[in-house]
Every structure is written in C-alpha cells, then in structure tokens.
C-alpha cells in the first residue's frame, strides 16, 4: 500500500516525541507517542525482558537530557497499523528500534517498542 504523506507525517509525529522525549529527559513527551498499554521488549544476559512502556517514560524522566536523532530505515503500514525500524542515538548509546503503530481516531500510537543496543 502506498502512504500518503500525511499518513508518513502522522506516524513520524509519534516517532519525534518518542526521540524528543529522550532529547528533552521528558517523560511526559515520550508518552505522547505511546498507547498507554504499550510494551517494550529486548534481551538482557540472553533472556527476553517485556515491560510496561511506562518504565521507559520513567527512565527518561529521571534521566537528564542528551543528543538524541534517528534515521528512519522501514516504513510499512496496512490501512490502520503500521511497522517502523529506526537507528537512533540517544547520548553516545546506539540503538536498533523497531516499532508497531496502531491509527487511533486521527493519531498513531506505539503500542510495542523492542530495541536492539549496538555495541
């Protein structure tokens, strides 16, 4: 399916305030871009971890503000729900996002997030 820029922009928005949030150790910006049941999934020491997103939002609360920018590599989105990898940096941490959008009324919202930290 072709997206339609507002469409793309749409979906970016949620992405910004996830990335801004970082930028800004702003936990109520990173939440804008999150359902508020949404989960956040990696590995740690080789074993699966899945949290509420909320320890995320917590994270970047308590944190202090850093250099944060992405580069957007996959887009794909089916009507309402959409896939989204990014490369981002968040102070001199690189990571590999990958996310799953679901269209909520007229604003897209993260409802999983699972990374990847580079090494």
């Known amino acids: 399916m072709e997206v339609t820029q507002q469409e793309k922009q749409g979906i970016l928005r949620a992405i910004d305030f996830y990335v801004e949030g970082g930028r800004k150790a702003s936990g109520k910006i990173t939440a804008e871009a999150f359902s508020p049941t ?3 999934s990696f590995t740690e020491d ?3 971890k899945s949290v509420p997103i909320q320890a995320l939002i917590d994270g970047f609360e308590k944190g202090e503000p850093m ?5 957007l590599t996959t887009l794909d989105v089916a009507e309402d729900v959409a896939i ?3 490369e981002s ?3 001199p941490g690189k990571y590999s996002d990958m996310f799953t959008l679901v269209k909520d009324g007229d ?4 409802v999983s997030k699972i ?5």
């Open 107 to 110: 604003q897209w919202k993260i």
């Open 84 to 86: 989204v990898r990014i």
């Open 46 to 48: 080789g074993k699966l």
């Open 38 to 40: 949404a989960t956040m």
């Open 67 to 71: 250099e944060a920018s992405y580069e």
């Open 89 to 91: 940096q968040f102070g």
């Open 115 to 119: 990374f990847h930290t580079k090494k």
